[in-house]
């Protein structure tokens, strides 16, 4: 009942795709041995682009993560865990996003599940490549996917759920740690407009704002669908307000896909990246883990 109320108020992305980003991302990784490309996130900043996404080298089977970093001096494009991180022992490196801390570039990404536990990563990779920094949080779940870190009056915080509301904030920064601390906690969490949302895409700060896309999971069949939401979080008031539309790739995505690299899947758009301008926000998200898409938006539309 409640996957049928959900369906009234739907937004198609599909008929606002982003032509020039989809055929900037299409010409980077034509130059890659790689297929099934998913999970796009992305930063456009004056001269510099920078795309992180997941896919699969040809001859494999097994699921890689990917930078791509464009500036006036060149472009290189490295395999996360083999080219970056081959001192991190995990068997994959997974969902990786883009973030900017005071006009520096980073990736976050995590070591995927992991039965005793797995680890979530923070990298600088612009304008200088670093050693990635492992983020310790000592009231952290077993299992951690998306955090979402943003830059706030000298401080480096993340976001680290919606419902309840939960805002962790570095307290140490060594050569190998970030270690995290409680900053807010919400302690009677009622907004039930909020209730399963979980995050999806980085922080974009506009106008004293932080805009994302967040995620709600429901079930068919007992497999699991992803919609997207538009949020928007107000750090000086510690609310979450939310979008009109839940957010989809079109009406044939939601059927899903005949390749499963997920087979608890029925069907996805996942949202990875976002970055608003002026009165437009630009959109990156997979397809089911098999495909990708990039959307232009009004921000009043969402």
């Given at each position: 009942?409640?996957?049928?109320?959900?369906?009234?108020?739907?937004?198609?992305?599909?008929?606002?795709?982003?032509?020039?980003?989809?055929?900037?991302?299409?010409?980077?990784?034509?130059?890659?041995?790689?297929?099934?490309?998913?999970?796009?996130?992305?930063?456009?900043?004056?001269?510099?682009?920078?795309?992180?996404?997941?896919?699969?080298?040809?001859?494999?089977?097994?699921?890689?993560?990917?930078?791509?970093?464009?500036?006036?001096?060149?472009?290189?494009?490295?395999?996360?865990?083999?080219?970056?991180?081959?001192?991190?022992?995990?068997?994959?490196?997974?969902?990786?996003?883009?973030?900017?801390?005071?006009?520096?570039?980073?990736?976050?990404?995590?070591?995927?599940?992991?039965?005793?536990?797995?680890?979530?990563?923070?990298?600088?990779?612009?304008?200088?490549?670093?050693?990635?920094?492992?983020?310790?949080?000592?009231?952290?779940?077993?299992q951690e996917r998306n955090w979402a870190f943003f830059y706030e009056d000298g401080n480096i915080y993340a976001l680290y759920s919606i419902n309840p509301l939960k805002i962790l904030?570095?307290?140490?920064?060594?050569?190998?740690?970030?270690?995290?601390?409680?900053?807010?906690?919400?302690?009677?969490?009622?907004?039930?407009?909020?209730?399963?949302?979980?995050?999806?895409?980085?922080?974009?700060?506009?106008?004293?704002?932080?805009?994302?896309?967040?995620?709600?999971?429901?079930?068919?069949?007992?497999?699991?669908?992803?919609?997207?939401?538009?949020?928007?979080?107000?750090?000086?008031?510690?609310?979450?307000?939310?979008?009109?539309?839940?957010?989809?790739?079109?009406?044939?995505?939601?059927?899903?896909?005949?390749?499963?690299?997920?087979?608890?899947?029925?069907?996805?758009?996942?949202?990875?990246?976002?970055?608003?301008?002026?009165?437009?926000?630009?959109?990156?998200?997979?397809?089911?883990?098999?495909?990708?898409?990039?959307?232009?938006?009004?921000?009043?539309?969402?």
């Amino acid at each position: 009942m409640q996957l049928l109320q959900d369906l009234v108020n739907i937004k198609f992305c599909k008929p606002d795709q982003d032509l020039k980003l989809l055929t900037h991302f299409k010409k980077i990784i034509g130059s890659l041995n790689i297929y099934n490309v998913f999970n796009p996130s992305f930063y456009l900043h004056n001269n510099v682009k920078i795309f992180a996404f997941r896919a699969i080298p040809e001859g494999t089977n097994l699921l890689s993560s990917y930078i791509s970093i464009e500036d006036m001096t060149g472009h290189i494009i490295k395999n996360i865990s083999l080219d970056l991180c081959s001192d991190i022992d995990a068997i994959r490196l997974i969902d990786p996003k883009i973030v900017m801390i005071k006009n520096h570039f980073y990736i976050t990404f995590n070591s995927g599940w992991i039965p005793e536990g797995n680890d979530i990563y923070i990298m600088k990779i612009y304008p200088k490549i670093e050693s990635a920094k492992q983020i310790i949080y000592k009231n952290r779940q077993n299992q951690e996917r998306n955090w979402a870190f943003f830059y706030e009056d000298g401080n480096i915080y993340a976001l680290y759920s919606i419902n309840p509301l939960k805002i962790l904030k570095v307290k140490n920064q060594g050569n190998k740690l970030w270690e995290m601390e409680d900053y807010y906690c919400e302690k009677n969490p009622n907004d039930s407009l909020l209730k399963g949302l979980s995050i999806g895409t980085q922080l974009f700060k506009s106008d004293k704002k932080y805009y994302f896309i967040a995620h709600k999971k429901r079930f068919i069949m007992r497999k699991k669908i992803y919609f997207g939401k538009l949020c928007l979080l107000d750090f000086n008031d510690k609310k979450v307000r939310v979008g009109n539309y839940w957010l989809v790739h079109s009406l044939k995505s939601l059927f899903g896909s005949t390749i499963k690299t997920n087979t608890n899947l029925f069907s996805c758009t996942y949202f990875s990246g976002l970055q608003v301008s002026n009165t437009s926000i630009k959109l990156g998200y997979g397809i089911n883990d098999v495909n990708y898409g990039f959307s232009t938006h009004r921000v009043e539309e969402l």
